[in-house]
């Protein structure tokens, strides 16, 4: 059993910074894409940002330049580096991975940006 585990959401002003945590667990082969969603309050979930296993990268263009997605294969762990935060960023964030041909997600974790 696969499991994803999401931390490091909370509430921040605007202009300020959160580090997302997605830690993997489980009967785990080979991780290889890893990305980012998100969930704005009454709407659809999109995607934030991609990792692959080697470490390339692709945002979409609302997080460019404020976003960083990394990720550590040795602890199976993604992270979201967030900074100049903004109101509109505001939503619950979720992992998910591509594992062993079958695709995982986390429970998500609650971000705020409001002054």
């Known amino acids: 059993q696969v499991q994803l585990v999401e931390s490091g959401g909370g509430l921040v002003q605007p202009g300020g910074s959160l580090r997302l945590s997605c830690v993997v667990s489980g009967s785990i082969f080979r991780i290889n894409d890893m990305r980012w969603y998100r969930q704005p309050p009454g709407r659809e979930r999109e995607q934030v940002a991609t990792?692959?296993?080697?470490?390339?990268?692709d945002y979409a263009d609302y997080v460019k330049g404020r976003f960083t997605i990394s990720r550590d294969n040795a602890k199976n762990t993604v992270y979201l580096q967030m900074n100049s935060l903004k109101p509109e960023d505001t939503a619950v964030y979720y992992c998910?991975?591509?594992?062993?041909?079958?695709?995982?997600w986390g429970q998500g974790t609650q971000v705020s940006v409001s002054s």
């Open positions: 990792i692959t296993r080697d470490g390339y990268t």
């Open positions: 998910k991975a591509s594992i062993n041909a079958e695709s995982y």
